[in-house]
């Protein structure tokens, strides 16, 4: 099997999920994240675009229903014993089958959560699964209860952060070695992507984010590339990537002579990023950490430039996005503890003036002052 954590880890964490159902009272969990999933035994799939679901019972029975095409992808890459399959078909009606399931594991008329919060579980499903639960047992919103024990980090799982901080900086170096007057946007992004994968790595969770020009102010990736100008700025955000681990950094790069609002928005950013360091601290909250990113770019007379979110948490992510839960915005009260890994990114776009500035990296919350993983240097390179 190709399990990446010990028999022992993934002991730890069903003993932990159980505790928090025990905690939730739940009967029964049903998980639609792949991330759940595969944190929790070891399944590794991107099948989650169709219907599946892992079964935990309260007793610690751990059932998987999925598709034909992951039977094999279950059986060499998790240490699920009990896997179902549902047969594809005009009238095929999975939810129903684990409607069965979960009677035949002693749940009806019991308590069973359920992840709705999910990719995998689309609108049209999500409506399926309830009617085939209806009058079986009582489905309750459960979205959060496997997402905030994989928030903190095992030691286990911080050994693959480490390592996907070291590819992100050789991705990081890919780029700047490539940045030019007349480089091709698609050069760069091969050269980033070319460095994680020599070194081991896995594809994003979501696409790498680049543009240059007007385009350096997106921050999400588009379709098309262009040459740079002899006077002009890049935009990246990317990711290295290990065992499916993310560690982030954003930064705008400028090529030729920057301009006046390059480096004000720089030094602007940078203390913003530094003051969100500071806040980073167990006891602290998710809210304090955004409150000192506004704080800090607000006397800066930036309030107008930058967003209404300031970072996320990261971890082992599954298309089509690797932000987590918790993320930096406005009074969000999730406590910041030791052992969870945070992405603070700031981001600075005028549109007026056409001028982009990003700087952000990734942090892990220790006992004292945040373990900055990545990024070690937050100077404006200039190209």
Known sequence: MALHFSPAEFARRKESLLAAMEREKLDGLLLFQQESMYWLTGYDTFGFCFFQSLLVTAGGDIVLLTRSAD??????????????????GRDADPAGELGAIAAEK????????????????????????????????????????????????????LAYVRRAAVLADEADRAAIALTRAGADEGEILAAQHA?????????????????SGREALLCRYKSGRRVLDPRDQLTLEFAGVYRHYHVAAMRTLVIGDPRPEHLTYHRAAQEALLACEAAM???????????????????????????????????????????????????????????????????????????????????????????????????????
């Open 281 to 383: 601290r167990p006891g602290k909250t998710a809210g304090d950490v955004f409150t000192a990113h506004a704080k800090a770019l607000d006397a800066a007379g930036l309030a107008g430039h930058r967003l209404n979110a300031c970072g996320y948490s990261l971890g082992a992510k599954f298309t089509p996005s690797w932000m987590d839960w918790p993320m930096f915005y406005e009074d969000n009260d999730w406590p910041l503890v030791p052992g969870m890994v945070m992405f603070a990114h700031m981001i600075l776009m005028d549109s007026q003036s056409g001028t982009a500035m990003c700087l952000g990296r990734t942090y892990l919350v220790t006992e004292g002052a945040p373990d900055a993983l990545n990024l070690p240097s937050l100077d404006l390179v200039l190209c």
């Open 195 to 211: 460095a994680i994968f020599r070194g081991g790595g896995d594809y994003p969770a979501n696409e790498f984010i680049i543009g």
């Open 106 to 157: 002693g749940l009806a008329g019991k308590r069973i959560g359920v992840e709705y919060e999910s990719y995998g579980l689309v609108a049209a499903n999500g409506r399926r699964l309830d009617a085939a639960f209806d009058g079986l047992a009582q489905l309750t919103d459960a979205s959060l209860v496997v997402t905030r024990l994989r928030a903190v980090k095992s030691q286990e799982e």
């Open 71 to 88: 039977l094999r992808q279950a059986e060499l890459t998790s240490n699920i014993e009990d896997i179902r399959i549902w047969r594809d």
